[in-house]
């Protein structure tokens, strides 16, 4: 199993993060809702068999690489959730029980090219998510997570910008 693709930077505690439903607001669409974390995690990995079963096993296993990265974002906004004061329950709006997640949410292209345009445009989307969070968050402890995960974000836009133009060629 390939290692998470992040950058090689500690991720920020939820330590002493308090609740507060402002900033919960704020940052949890991108926990589980059609563009968050939850729908990157499950989209690299079902693309990653397509790409394996063409052969193309290097970029297979940067896109489990990229899986596993956003894993880790999303079990650190998770915690995040919690400290901020709800149930990390897969809704756009936790602890709202309503707007469930649903693997709807996942593109489901069948060429490679369209798969890696799908991913650019969804790390593009969550770079201009979490840059717009920094902007509207108060909470500076909350605002070095999503920091931190926003330099996660660009290096995904990099590497699959990079696999696109290799893989054109």
Do not use: C, W
């Not at 790409?51 to 096993?57: A, I, Q, S």
């Not at 469930?100 to 069948?110: A, D, I």
């Not at 445009?121 to 717009?132: D, K, L, M, T, W």
């Amino acid at each position: 199993m390939p290692k998470p693709l992040t950058l090689d930077l500690p991720f920020p505690s939820t330590d002493k993060i308090t609740p507060d439903a402002l900033t919960l607001r704020i940052i949890s669409p991108e926990y589980a809702s059609a563009s968050g974390e939850l729908t990157a995690v499950l989209q690299y990995i079902y693309q990653s068999f397509f790409f394996k079963k063409e052969g193309y096993d290097e970029i297979a296993d940067t896109l489990e690489a990229i899986a596993i990265a956003e894993m880790i974002h999303f079990k650190l906004l998770g915690e995040t959730v919690l400290a901020l004061g709800a149930a990390p329950i897969y809704t756009q709006y936790p602890p709202s029980p309503f707007n469930f997640y649903s693997t709807k949410y996942v593109t489901y292209s069948r060429t490679l090219k369209d798969m890696l345009e799908d991913d650019i445009r969804a790390e593009r989307h969550a770079i201009r998510s979490y840059e717009n969070m920094l902007r509207r968050l108060k909470n500076q402890q909350v605002s070095s997570i999503i920091e931190r995960l926003l330099q996660d974000e660009k290096l995904h836009l990099q590497t699959f910008t990079q696999i696109l133009e290799a893989f054109k060629s």
